[in-house]
């Protein structure tokens, strides 16, 4: 079987394109009021990793810390070194994202700990934004106090891309001519709507970045927390071809986890945690590549 790729939450799994995409786990952790048993907690971890023998977990870094508590208590209390808890910093609809690209990676020939540090490498392909009505309480993108004075303006509405690089960009005749930085490859666009009305993603960023194809799905509820706003229409612009993400990972040169023996690329380990020793993160490659080689690794 293979490596069981989990979310948080079952609207952070997309639909796969084809039928042979492995599904996504769901590891339901208490949140708010609700109080889920540590003992169905470990009981669903532990049937995951009897079928699939590792686990990789894709945790939005606007989990709630009780939730978050909960699967480093369930792996402590497992002992496991075969469970991967990524902490990405990837608005919701592009976690999303990323855990169906994993899902697809997962049937390929790449090893649990090169599929779990590949998560880090892919995020930095995720073109992830939203439009939201204000910016007054968004902490996750630098915001001037000139864009959050215009967030009192009625009517007014931004455009912020989050990943890979921080852009905000206010819409209307006062942003006339400012656009959010495009990506250097083909991708697909995928939107879902808050509580906004604005067709500025499908009129207009779809049309300057040239999308290949734009498709709608439902909003995460872990959205509105992660942007500080209901009223947004997220999106997440991404490669769509398996077989551009397979020689991207493939290209970066894999090395051997020196604290638990796993597979991985890039400057560390995504079941351990474990950086590479010092003397090699000096001179070999973080698992990030450069412009030049993403558009060799991608192609025409």
């Known amino acids: 079987m293979p490596t069981a790729i989990a979310v948080t939450a079952p609207d952070l799994i997309l639909p796969p ?4 995409t492995p599904a996504a786990a769901v590891l339901q952790a208490p949140q708010g009021r609700t109080t ?4 169905a907690s470990l009981s669903d971890m532990h ?10 977990v894709l945790c939005p870094a606007s989990l709630p810390s009780q939730a978050l508590h909960r699967l480093h208590t369930v792996r402590g209390v497992l002992e496991s070194d075969r469970i991967a808890l990524l902490d990405l910093d990837l608005p919701p609809l592009g976690l999303a994202v990323l855990a169906l ?16 540090s590949a998560a880090r490498l892919l995020a930095h392909y995720i073109y992830a934004g939203a439009v939201l009505s204000s910016v007054t309480k968004l902490d996750r993108v630098p915001v001037s106090l000139k864009q959050h004075a215009k967030s009192w303006v009625p009517g007014s509405q931004f455009a912020v891309l989050a990943a890979p690089k921080p852009q905000l960009i206010r819409l209307g005749n006062a942003g006339q001519g400012a656009r959010l930085e495009a990506p250097g ?6 939107f879902a709507k808050g509580q906004l ?3 500025w993603i499908t009129a207009t960023l779809a049309r300057s970045w040239r999308v290949q194809g734009v ?11 992660w942007w500080a706003t209901g009223k947004l229409i997220e999106f997440a612009a991404a490669i769509p071809d398996i077989s551009v993400l397979y020689q991207l990972v493939s290209s970066v040169k894999r090395e051997e986890c020196h604290w638990c023996g796993l597979e991985l690329i890039g400057d560390r380990c995504g079941f351990c945690n474990a950086p590479l020793p010092q003397y090699e993160n000096q001179s070999r490659s973080t698992g990030v590549l450069t412009p030049g080689q993403q558009r060799k690794a991608i192609g025409p």
Not at 17 to 20: F, V, W
Not at 36 to 39: A, G, K, M, V
């Open 215 to 225: 498709a709608e799905a439902p909003l995460p509820a872990e959205s509105a927390r």
């Open 36 to 39: 889920r048993p540590l003992e």
């Open 101 to 116: 690209q994993l899902r697809q990676l997962s049937l390929c020939d790449f090893s649990p700990g090169v599929l779990a």
């Open 197 to 199: 009305q604005s067709d």
């Open 47 to 56: 049937a995951l990793l009897e079928q699939h023998g590792y686990v990789i």
């Open 185 to 190: 490859f083909a991708t697909q666009l995928l």
């Open 17 to 20: 394109p084809d039928r042979h």
